[in-house]
């Protein structure tokens, strides 16, 4: 089993957000590097970035921070947060990413998930972020109608 720490970034920090409630967020580190850090000394086989603005804005922003976490640790990382297009997907790759995690562009487009799926099915996941059943949006700002078993089927057939 692989344990994947999360590194969630908003502002450039290290945050927690309580059941992604953006007003409720608990500050933990002013360079997210500093936490990368830490899970790697503490064992960590990979590391689980999260671009909270990126997922607000619908692309990604906090690249810099990023930029310095993979300066920081050997690790494998992968991450997710606002890559919403084929070139955000590259550009996290160009970064030195190893894996990007699509969430909202899975519910929204489809045919880009399909895209990646086929150019990069070993470095992509999609995250199904619910509640009750539900699945949500946008960094947890829009909650959908769409049914979590659908939408994973969806993307087996899709090739995730």
Known sequence: ???????????????????????????????????AG??????????HVVDLDGAVMGAPVNTE???????TVPIPIQLGGGLRSEE?????????????????AALRTPQLVARIAARWSDRLAVGLDARDGRLAANGWLDQT?????????????AGV
């Open 1 to 35: 089993m692989i344990v994947y720490p999360a590194i969630d970034i908003r502002g450039g920090r290290c945050v927690r957000l309580v059941e992604g409630d953006f007003d409720r967020e608990t500050a933990f580190d002013a360079d997210p590097a500093d936490a």
């Open 38 to 47: 830490r899970w790697h000394a503490a064992g960590a086989e990979w590391l």
């Open 65 to 71: 921070a990023i930029r310095r976490i993979r300066d």
């Open 88 to 104: 955000h997907v590259v550009a996290a790759f160009d970064l030195g990413v190893d894996r990007v995690v699509l969430g909202t």
């Open 145 to 157: 109608d769409a049914a979590v078993e659908d939408v994973a089927a969806r993307l087996r057939r």
